[in-house]
């Protein structure tokens, strides 16, 4: 959780105000699902679960996103998943708006 509030602080300092932090799959499927997204950084690996129905819901809904993960080599994901963007930790806030601004955000 100490990982997640830094990629908050991150975002809030790149100027992405109405941050969210979510401990599971189902808490952030209910959060898309209530709330409007513009953009998501998503951990690849959150213990039990991945973040993977998670990215292909906002993929469906044409909402962008980042990954990040601790580890170089990443879990086998969709195919429609593997050109999504990465920052490795531990990432900086520079790392960050660069791969941002990749997206054309």
């Given at each position: 959780?100490?990982?997640?509030?830094?990629?908050?602080?991150?975002?809030?300092?790149?100027?992405?105000?109405?941050?969210?932090?979510?401990?599971?799959?189902?808490?952030?499927?209910?959060?898309?699902?209530?709330?409007?997204?513009?953009?998501a950084l998503l951990d690849i690996d959150l213990g039990s679960e991945?973040?993977?129905?998670?990215?292909?819901?906002?993929?469906?809904?044409?909402?962008?996103?980042?990954?990040?993960?601790?580890?170089?080599?990443?879990?086998?994901?969709?195919?429609?998943l593997v050109e999504v963007p990465?920052?490795?930790?531990?990432?900086?806030?520079?790392?960050?708006?660069?791969?941002?601004?990749?997206?054309?955000?």
């Amino acid at each position: 959780m100490i990982i997640a509030m830094e990629a908050e602080e991150i975002l809030r300092d790149l100027g992405y105000e109405d941050c969210h932090v979510c401990g599971s799959v189902r808490s952030a499927l209910k959060l898309i699902a209530d709330h409007p997204i513009t953009f998501a950084l998503l951990d690849i690996d959150l213990g039990s679960e991945t973040s993977e129905e998670i990215a292909t819901t906002l993929l469906s809904r044409g909402t962008p996103f980042i990954f990040a993960s601790g580890y170089n080599e990443f879990p086998e994901l969709a195919k429609d998943l593997v050109e999504v963007p990465v920052v490795t930790k531990p990432y900086t806030a520079s790392d960050v708006a660069g791969v941002i601004r990749k997206l054309g955000l």
